[in-house]
């Protein structure tokens, strides 16, 4: 097994930025090193203890997802090799199998969110309006049903510690023009359904995702940051899916549910994680990339 990386400290590269799991550093001005570290976030707050190995398993489910939607959209993904990055041995193994070289991009300033299932923030934007960020439901929709078809729900990117806000369309066409907003709808709808199909084949059920897009210096859209993780996404057994509850998950839903249970107001810092949780939530990772990927990290 890995060992445990809470937070990277990298001598050799600029340090960018840290993000809520990943540690970002500067090669050169034209590529980016990505780190993704052992860190959990739950309600837009780090929490103070990491999972083991959830950082590789994110980096190999990934990884699996961008070979898999390259001829969909093009993504960050650099040619450049960890070892002409990280020449030195021992900052390589810090990083080992949580590591990627990718191309710098101008991120778009949104979260492009598709929804297969009625859950989550949408279940309560349903309950309380009939639709889900602007895009009207059938009444009578229950907890966890599939929608009649996926559908695209953006929210705005906040920074840490802040919460993303769900944004309608017309929200989106104003920050990106319309033009680009309907090609990050669309491919985003794309990517999803062919995933949700090629998952539920597995054994999950993709309840819903969210991507991050940015373009490159010739204004080309390109899928950046992470793909269709259990980070990223709400995956479902699907043996266990039941309409009318919230399925267990193999994604850090399961955190969240525990967290639900202590008198914590969602704020920093963030409480303690007991070992059983841990535990659990590692098995949960490992199970998602075994099913999807057919690897494991041993």
């Excluded at 707050?45 to 070979?67: E, T």
């Excluded at 299932?117 to 929709?141: H, M, R």
């Amino acid at each position: 097994m890995l060992d445990v990386l809470f937070e990277t400290s990298l001598s050799s590269l600029p340090l960018v930025a840290r993000g809520k799991v990943r540690d970002i550093y500067a090669v050169g001005d034209e590529h980016l090193l990505i780190v993704t570290t052992d860190r959990l976030s739950a309600f837009d707050v780090v929490l103070p203890d990491p999972i083991p190995g959830k950082g590789a398993v994110l980096a190999a489910v990934s990884s699996f997802w961008f070979a898999r939607t390259g001829e969909t959209v093009s993504n960050h993904l650099s040619d450049l090799a960890l070892e002409s990055v990280l020449p030195d041995r021992a900052e390589r193994e810090q990083v080992h199998r949580r590591a990627v070289v990718v191309r710098k991009m101008k991120a778009l300033p949104v979260e492009a969110i598709v929804r297969g299932y009625l859950i989550g923030s949408g279940w309560k934007d349903y309950q309380a309006t009939g639709a889900v960020c602007g895009i009207g439901l059938p009444a009578g929709l229950k907890l966890a049903e599939q929608l009649p078809e996926p559908i695209f729900t953006p929210s705005t990117k906040a920074a840490i510690g802040d919460h993303d806000e769900n944004i309608d369309f017309s929200q989106t066409v104003a920050l990106l023009g319309h033009e680009l907003a309907t090609q990050v709808r669309d491919v985003s709808l794309s990517i999803y359904s062919e995933a949700a199909r090629y998952a539920r084949e597995r054994g999950i059920i993709i309840a819903d995702t969210k991507f991050e897009f940015g373009l490159d210096a010739a204004g080309r859209l390109v899928l950046i940051d992470e793909v269709l993780t259990p980070d990223s996404s709400r995956f479902w057994p699907e043996d266990e899916y039941r309409v009318g509850i919230s399925p267990p998950s193999f994604d850090k839903q399961f955190v969240r549910d525990y967290l639900e249970t202590l008198d914590w107001d969602k704020t920093p810092p963030g409480p303690r994680l007991p070992a059983e949780i841990i535990t659990r939530t590692g098995e949960k990772y490992r199970e998602a990339l075994k099913r999807l990927t057919g690897r494991s990290l041993e």
